[in-house]
């Protein structure tokens, strides 16, 4: 029988409180009876739940050590927002503009989310919710 790595148990101890040697050997009626399997079952529940979350905690700690916080626009902003990879007709992306805009936001939405609308009176008129992480500032040349 395979040990979880996190919880150090085989999962049919943790679900009846024994580990069987053969699949003929589960009499689930006795084995619920006595009283010593029973405390020795809660006790490797008990002790797998203080583990599952330990190794939860630690996972946890090892994502958010490397990612940044959300960059938040006001209102009025100029930022340029990223366009997706895939462009048709194209087989490589190299030469296309990663970015498009200057687009103007105008709200800051809950869930690191900005509404944007674009400058431009034209066909390529930009409107809607974008992610902050395909965000950029604007920052004029002039």
């Given at each position: 029988m395979c040990l979880n790595s996190t919880t150090?148990?085989?999962?049919s101890e943790l679900l009846y409180g024994f580990r069987p040697r053969l699949k003929y050997d589960i009499e689930l009626t006795n084995i619920l009876a006595d009283s010593?399997?029973?405390?020795?079952f809660d006790k490797n529940r008990n002790?797998?739940?203080?583990?599952?979350?330990?190794?939860?905690?630690?996972?946890?700690?090892?994502?958010?050590k490397?990612?940044?916080?959300?960059?938040?626009?006001?209102?009025?902003?100029?930022?340029?927002?990223?366009?997706?990879?895939?462009i048709k007709g194209l087989k490589s992306g190299k030469l296309v503009q990663k970015y498009m805009?200057?687009?103007?936001?105008?709200?800051?939405?809950p869930n690191d989310r900005h509404d944007?609308?674009?400058?431009?009176?034209?066909?390529?008129?930009?409107?809607?919710?974008?992610?902050?992480?395909?965000?950029k500032l604007f920052k004029s040349s002039l």
């Open positions: 150090g148990k085989s999962p010593d399997r029973l405390k020795t002790k797998a739940l203080g583990k599952i979350n330990k190794t939860a905690k630690a996972t946890k700690k090892r994502y958010d490397n990612r940044l916080a959300a960059i938040t626009f006001k209102k009025m902003d100029m930022v340029l927002v990223k366009k997706s990879p895939i805009g200057p687009v103007r936001v105008t709200a800051a939405l944007v609308q674009s400058l431009s009176k034209g066909r390529r008129r930009l409107r809607g919710v974008v992610a902050s992480d395909r965000l």
